[in-house]
């Protein structure tokens, strides 16, 4: 008797909904597609929404180096109120009037935070430190010092200036934003450090993915929609969406398989993964060249 379910193999598109972290939607995934190999590509923090890049079964393999791509968000910055977690989600531990702070200063203090930076990731991020993740020091009340690193800001542009007053009665100035940046970057160090450059402190109060890499919000899909539907992107779709293109002839295709280092073209030289398939269409590996031939970083044939 077959299995009328059989389990997907591939990537799912996941919009994210508040208030879940990333390994509960990896968990309802287990769920949904009946299997222990899921994975996420990139973590997401719970109040944030939005593309959320699942791997299933042999895709698996792929969440690595997509992981490294380029990721866009849409959020909403608080100047005039500093918290515990530099987002909504931790206490609110200063505040200071932001009614005087103009357009030209906040466009300044972007201009600043855009481009090759050197970001200190904040306190309550996953970050390792000594072994220990971050958050996990900050809530037993260490102190400690997370080493800057450096991430590139594509993009930080405003779109929209909004005065507000906080529940405390502080006037407050929110920024409706749009960021476009490399893996590893923190959009809530952004907050906190365009409110710190403009002497108001700032956080986050609002946070929404649009883009993994390739992968977009148009083609994610809700939890909710997935349990009805549950629509998987194929490896060979997902690896042409994301890598180069190198197509291989049948003989090359069993060499590769064979663990043969086959000789690359140069015009991969330097592209970082490129995903090689056979004749038929089939992902046999993602590659990467090194001294003119192809090491292997994942086989799927």
């Not at 590769?256 to 992902?283: C, K």
Request: hydrophobic share 40%; aromatic share 4%.
């Amino acid at each position: 008797m077959t299995d009328k379910h059989p389990t997907p193999d591939g990537l799912v598109i996941v919009d994210k909904p508040s208030g879940f972290t990333s390994h509960d939607v990896v968990a309802k995934m287990r769920g949904i597609a009946r299997t222990r190999r899921v994975g996420h590509a990139g973590t997401l923090d719970p109040m944030a929404t939005g593309v959320l890049v699942l791997g299933v079964e042999r895709a698996t393999k792929l969440l690595g180096h997509l992981a490294l791509t380029e990721k866009e968000y849409l959020g909403t910055i608080r100047l005039g109120q500093t918290t515990l977690t530099d987002d909504a989600e931790g206490e609110i531990t200063g505040s200071q009037d932001a009614s005087k702070v103009t357009r030209d200063a906040v466009d300044a203090a972007v201009a600043k935070l855009t481009g090759r930076i050197m970001q200190v990731p904040s306190k309550v991020s996953a970050i390792k430190i000594k072994g220990v993740r971050s958050y996990k020091r900050a809530r037993e009340g260490e102190e400690f010092e997370i080493p800057a690193r450096p991430v590139t800001v594509s993009s930080f542009a405003v779109y929209d200036v909004r005065d507000a007053v906080a529940e405390d009665g502080t006037p407050v100035t929110d920024l409706v934003v749009s960021v476009v940046c490399s893996s590893g970057t923190y959009i809530r160090a952004l907050a906190r450090d365009l409110g710190a450059d403009l002497g108001v402190g700032g956080h986050l109060t609002a946070l929404r993915r649009t883009r993994v890499g390739p992968y977009k919000l148009d083609a994610a899909k809700t939890l909710d929609q997935l349990q009805q539907d549950l629509t998987v992107m194929s490896i060979a779709d997902a690896a042409t969406a994301a890598f180069p293109r190198w197509d291989v002839d049948a003989k090359r295709a069993r060499l590769l398989i064979n663990g043969v280092r086959l000789e690359m073209p140069d015009s991969y030289a330097g592209a970082g993964a490129v995903a090689v398939f056979d004749p038929e269409g089939r992902l046999l590996a993602l590659v990467e060249e090194h001294k003119g031939k192809a090491k292997s970083l994942a086989v799927f044939g």
